[in-house]
T-cell receptor, first 115, second 115 residues
Framework: AQSVTQLGSHVSVSEGALVLLRCNYS??????LFWYVQYPNQGLQLLLK??????LVKGINGFEAEFKKSETSFHLTKPSAHMSDAAEYFC?????????????FGQGTILTVHP | DTGVSQDPRHKITKRGQNVTFRCDPI?????LYWYRQTLGQGPEFLTY????????KSRLLSDRFSAERPKGSFSTLEIQRTEQGDSAMYLC?????????????FGDGTRLSIL
C-alpha cells in the first residue's frame, strides 16, 4: 500500500542548529513530493515541492529537501534554526495514477526551537 | 491572489445537528479538495472537485457527508446528524488545472467541535 512515514513526531533543536525532519514514502514509482508547514490554528503553507528534475529542492524560509529515489526519502533540512521555525511540518505525497492529485500526508513532526 | 477562504473558522454544535461549511478557492483554480485533520494527525483526503464535477470521494466520507460545488467556484461541505467523531479541522485546498504536480493551496480551515 502507498504510505508516507515521518520519523519522529517531535524534534527539538537549539536556535542556530541544523534542522533535519525525515520523510519516507512507499511507492513503486516516483511520486510528487511536498513539504508543508502548519502554525497553530492555521492551514498549511507550502514550503517546497519536488516533481521532476533536480533532486535538491530549495524552498521558502531557508528550507531545502533532497529526493533520494533509492532510499524513497524526501528529508527536509535547514542549516540554522530560527525561533520562528517552531511549527508542525507535514510531508505530503501525490502518488499519481488515478489519485486525481489528492495528497497523502505523513503524521507530522512538531519542531521545537530552544533559545 | 487572495488565498483560499473558509467560513466559519470555528463551529460548535450539539451532537445530532447538521452543519455546513463553505470554501472559496483561489479564483483561477479549477481543482478543489476537502481534507479532514484530527488532533495529532496529518490531513486525510475526503473529496475532490474538477470544476463542478465531484470526481472522487474517500471511504471516510460516509453518507452523512455531502459536498457540492454548484458553479465550479465555491464549495460547501455538509455533515448531517453530527457525531462526536466528526470533531476535527476541515481543510479546503485548491490548485491549478493541468498536471497533478501542481501544489495545493490551503485555507485556514474550519474547526468543528461536537458537544
Amino acid at each position: 500500500a502507498q504510505s508516507v512515514t515521518q520519523l519522529g513526531s517531535h524534534v527539538s533543536v537549539s536556535e542556530g542548529a541544523l534542522v533535519l525532519l525525515r520523510c519516507n514514502y512507499s511507492s513503486s514509482v516516483p511520486p510528487y513530493l511536498f513539504w508543508y508547514v502548519q502554525y497553530p490554528n492555521q492551514g498549511l503553507q507550502l514550503l517546497l515541492k519536488y516533481t521532476t528534475g533536480a533532486t535538491l529542492v530549495k524552498g521558502i524560509n531557508g528550507f531545502e529537501a533532497e529526493f533520494k529515489k533509492s532510499e524513497t526519502s524526501f528529508h527536509l533540512t535547514k542549516p540554522s534554526a530560527h525561533m520562528s521555525d517552531a511549527a508542525e511540518y507535514f510531508c505530503a505525497v501525490n502518488f499519481g495514477g488515478t489519485s486525481y492529485g489528492k495528497l497523502t500526508f505523513g503524521q507530522g513532526t512538531i519542531l521545537t526551537v530552544h533559545p | 491572489d487572495t488565498g483560499v477562504s473558509q467560513d466559519p473558522r470555528h463551529k460548535i454544535t450539539k451532537r445530532g445537528q447538521n452543519v455546513t461549511f463553505r470554501c472559496d478557492p483561489i479564483s483561477e483554480h479549477n481543482r478543489l479538495y476537502w481534507y479532514r485533520q484530527t488532533l495529532g494527525q496529518g490531513p486525510e483526503f475526503l473529496t475532490y472537485f474538477q470544476n463542478e464535477a465531484q470526481l472522487e470521494k474517500s471511504r471516510l466520507l460516509s453518507d452523512r457527508f455531502s459536498a457540492e460545488r454548484p458553479k465550479g467556484s465555491f464549495s460547501t461541505l455538509e455533515i448531517q446528524r453530527t457525531e462526536q467523531g466528526d470533531s476535527a479541522m476541515y481543510l479546503c485546498a485548491s490548485s491549478l488545472d493541468g498536471a497533478f504536480n501542481q501544489p495545493q493551496h490551503f485555507g485556514d480551515g474550519t474547526r468543528l467541535s461536537i458537544l
